[in-house]
């Protein structure tokens, strides 16, 4: 076909400008995420913005009072080839914070991380720019006083109890989206210290995009939907991600966590959560070390397979708001430990040659391990969510006695986005006096007046010195507990844009991630790849990150390149030696199944006074059974929790089959699509269909009694995994062991190794 005229003129555009052909794609296919296909390499010759894509229009230029200008629509769009100030001063650079030196803080100079910063912190009202979509619950924090020789903070001292809220969140959908998208989960917990509230604000993957916070506008534009149609939603899964990971290649160690399982955590309460930052502790002899935060889950890291989270995105798009919820009511409350991995206070800051303030790098914890220092329960659900979960604020500069700050410069920024963004999202000043922000300590701050003020203030004197209060507030010492502020030296440096040398290694431990994980781990993360890069629509975005791949492992490259149809090409860059860290897989040990749901399939012929004992002894073992039927009510004497019309396998961690149910009345495809084809069947289709779904996610399945005869029927009697006994407790028994695993990957056998 024929290119039309309006396409035929857009490439035209490109190829003047950037020198480069069309994208391999036909021009007229339909969803182009831009006017113009993009060339292979990073363009570098200065054009005009291209023109809006054909489908596209604008409002009239028209006056504040409604009359027209005669100006084309696009004089309301950006002009001119070059980057600019909000004034319209050009830039020579974007990616790097103004410092003392490169290594030094960030200097409040710095007009043009300010105005980019701040303007992007009020881009959204009035939910979260980042982390809208979130559930919170209230909690419990003890010390164990395990830090006492590293930090004098009061909270983590022996036996002590520190009232704690914690916020899980994802970080690129809206608050609407769905719970199980791939994406990177916040972890965010506020201690209400008597020393001062402390925020510790974490991610559940230990590395960032980017190194500095003057490129956070940039990675949230590009992971957010596409401005123009508002798709995708809450995923990386498309063009803009993919065109600034591969053109940006130190985000590529946050990708590849992302591509993993690590991505689409199973629970919020089988997630891992990372400070990410390196931060400084002082101890009461006024010595310093630093730490780097790890929270660790009682239950084990776990996760969902692809397809439960695309599942659970139409079936249950609040699965992990409701497992959170659901399991503290059951009273399997949630569990962490917190540790911290410690290194010396050195001038270099680094430690076995990692740059400690390169927010894209890990420590390997065979290198440092971790050592617990308290204990995290969460006990309470919110009583209003609004209230709690979204006005709750938090901020990194929340820190009390014995923990402060380094010149990473990704934290550095961090500093100053937090307090802005509640500017405009909680609309003034005093967001920490809603009642979920309010510090558990006596404030004194001179702080007055703005908009909604809930103090009412004595005095005639917010100010220091003062006679006029009788010198009130007075300044505390360390006799105090006041403040430590580290005085730590900033070396004499020029004025500079730029990152040392270390942060330039934005491969070896992309490729110590990739070595550390199991075969099965692997598999997972190739599909991930495979699948999101097959919905960029630009060959060369594609061709770009199967680059960055190459750069990372020959045969992951190799493997994407397969399911991608492209050719796989050579490293550009060698290939990093490196120690694999089994720390970082999610494979190889046992758990306890606390808060577990296991789905016990009955009907009337079974024996129920065997699954009565199955109950009992799931209950003990801190699990929650869900008898699973034709219908509502009860079958004899024990009451239903699911129907075969309602459930579903994704809801359940094991199947027990305790009968062979005969179709039900509703057993109809024109009533249930779950009822499959109308062919004969002897079990309800849709008790083969949550078997067979089962057996797909590498769940653990038991069946006694008649229930052995599904397991035929469904085809999966005798692989891995499946097992059967001659009572309910004894199938309960085998089962309950494989869930210790989380997962029966033996099923499925990886091709990689």
Known sequence: MESSKPVQAVKNVVENAAGKVADALAPDAPGAPGSAPPSLEEPTTPHDPLPPKKEQGAPETRTPTGAKTGAP????????????TANGARLRDTDHSLKAGPRGPILLQDHHFREKITHFDHERIPERVVHARGAGAHGVFTGYGTAEGVTRAGFLAKGKETPVFVRFSTVLGSRGSADTVRDTRGFATKFYTDEGTFDLVANNIPVFFIQDAIK???????????PDREIPQAQSAHDTFWDFVSLHTEAQHHTIWNMSDRGIPRSYRT???FGVHTFRLVNAAGETALVKFHWKPKLGVHSLTWEEAQMLGGLDPDFHRRDLYDAIEAGAYPEWELGIQVFPDTPEETFAGIDLLDPTKIVPEELAPVQPIGRLVLNRTPTNFFAEVEQV???????????DVTNDPL????????????LTRLGGPNFTQIPINRPHAPVNDMLRDGFHQHAVHAGVAPYRPNSLDGGNPFPAGDAEHAFVDVPVTVTEAPKIRANPAS?????SQTRLFWLSMSPVEKEHIIRAYTFELAKCYHQAIRERQLQCLANIDPLL???????????APEPTVPLAEVTPSPALSQVGREWPGDGRMVGIVVDANSDLDGVGEVQRAVFSAGMVPLLIAAHGGTVGHLPVQRTFATARSVEFDAILLAGAPAPAPDALPARDAKAGAADPVTVDPRVLLLVEECW???????????????????????????VTADSGPETLDAVHRLMALHRVWERFPATVA
């Open 73 to 84: 629509t696009t004089a309301n769009g950006q002009q001119g080839a070059y980057l600019t």
């Open 216 to 226: 956070f506008p940039d990675v949230i534009h590009a992971g957010k939907p596409h």
């Open 271 to 273: 997630m891992e959560g």
């Open 393 to 403: 604020a938090f901020h990194v500069g929340h820190l009390p006695p014995g923990i």
């Open 411 to 422: 934290m550095q920024g961090r500093l100053f986005s937090y307090v802005d963004t509640q």
């Open 503 to 507: 942060f330039e290694d934005h491969y």
């Open 557 to 567: 490259c190799a493997e994407v390149a397969t399911g991608l149809g492209l050719p």
């Open 696 to 722: 797909r996610h590498a769940k653990a399945i038991g069946a006694w009694g008649a229930g052995v005869d599904v397991l035929r029927q469904t085809g999966v009697a005798g692989s891995p995994g499946v």
